[in-house]
């Protein structure tokens, strides 16, 4: 691997991990410090993915017209910015839930961007036969992210207070503007075409909506995801108020389950290599999300065991099923649509998580937060049957040609490295 990915990678690994703390860090500024009730939290929760749905789709096109690059420094220097914002209001004694939520709308927003452009920005740091396997090291190293983080954020916690938690992310994004300032400039300059968003952002849905497997993939994503982040969104709650636990023993927990991701990241390229890209999508998605159903019989004590056990094969399914969706979306996908692309699917894909974190919100308020636990994973355990309509459940492997679309009436010849031939470690993609 050359150096411009390796300062991605090191760019990635930096700003997941501070995201990761702040994850565990900012339910606990709610629920402890500011007395949130549960569906605030889950309010807290829907602000971070809620500007996929505002301005995903408008997002895409402005990214697929400049370099992805200086987009992504722009980005991480705003996040510092944000983030600093919450400790320097705690110490001053003005914190409160609007400022947590305007916060998580506004790093969202960044978010929005950065992601966008950097799944857009790899393919121009690696040669199309190291793809998969640059892909597979980072969604690995944001598993292994999520491990560390809430681990971290327990410590920091217990040592100096969820506010300097926060703080930390601030640092890890500095760290990340530095590491993608550093990288060599090599990004071809996009073409120079009229401005016409609408237009763009049409082709874009058009590609996603024509095409059989992007399709299936997208509406699965987006269901999957209002079961797995109704159940996460209320996660800290939960272990606080129900089961009764401490802020420093939530962020363990929590790193624990998140092992389930380093686990899927490392099995996705030998399960693909051996059973079929599509086939090894199947098995972790339809065989995995069942698990959650162990999650709500967490008890004290010896009853965490539920919690950890469930986490960690939901975290391996997912993982391991998003590391080859998005290594066949990012070739399969022409490179003039990818940003295109990438943000029509996660509109929904996306889109969906506010509204998750939303019914599992008002789901605690009317019926109690355990018996929403039990709602939102009960969703999730079904949501694996809508990759049996199409075409997917009938091929072994993925294939490395998308069909024609809107007027343009000729496949578009892909890269190979997708399919059997090739090494299958994948590119991460959004939950």
Known sequence: ?????????????????????????????????????????????????????????????????????????????????????????????????????????????????????????????????????????????????????????????????????????????????????????????????????????????????????LRVLTVYGAASNVGLIGYQSLLVVFLVREVGIGGGTVGLLIAAISCGGVLGAALATPLARRAGTARAMLLCELGATPFGLLIPLTRPGAGLLFLVAGGLVIGAGVVAGNVVKAAFRQQYTPPRLLGRVLVSMQFLNLGAIPLGALIAGGLATAIGIRAAMWCMTGGLALTGLLLLI??????????????????????????????????????????
């Not at 578009?412 to 090739?422: A, E, F, H, I, L």
């Open 1 to 213: 691997m050359n150096r411009g990915f390796r300062l991605l990678w090191a760019a990635e690994a930096s700003s997941k991990l501070g995201s990761s703390v702040t994850n565990v860090a900012l339910p606990l500024i709610a629920v402890t410090t500011l007395d949130a009730t549960a569906f605030q939290a889950t309010l807290l929760y829907a602000a971070t993915w809620l500007p996929w749905l505002l301005i995903g789709l408008p997002a895409g096109a402005w990214v697929d017209r400049a370099r992805r690059r200086p987009v992504m420094i722009a980005c991480d220097l705003v996040s510092v910015l944000l983030f600093l914002s919450v400790p320097a209001a705690a110490w001053l004694g003005v914190l409160s839930i609007g400022q947590l939520l305007a916060v998580a709308v506004a790093a969202g927003t960044v978010a929005v961007f950065f992601q966008t452009a950097s799944q857009a920005y790899l393919p121009s740091l690696l040669a199309a036969g190291d793809l998969p396997r640059g892909n597979a090291m980072l969604h690995g190293t944001e598993s292994t992210m999520q491990v560390a983080g809430p681990g971290a954020a327990g410590l920091i916690i217990q040592l100096a207070g969820a506010t300097s938690a926060v703080l930390a992310d601030a640092v890890s994004f500095a760290v990340s503007a530095l590491c993608i300032w550093s990288i060599p400039d090599r990004e071809p300059r996009p073409a120079r075409t009229p401005a016409r968003l609408r237009r763009d952002v049409v082709e874009g849905v058009r590609f996603v909506a024509g095409d059989p497997y």
């Open 390 to 431: 199409g075409p997917l459940k009938s091929r072994r492997d993925l294939p490395e040609i998308p069909i024609s679309y809107g007027g343009d009436r000729s496949p578009v010849r892909r890269r190979p490295g997708c399919d059997t031939g090739s090494d299958p470690g994948r590119r991460a993609g959004p939950r």
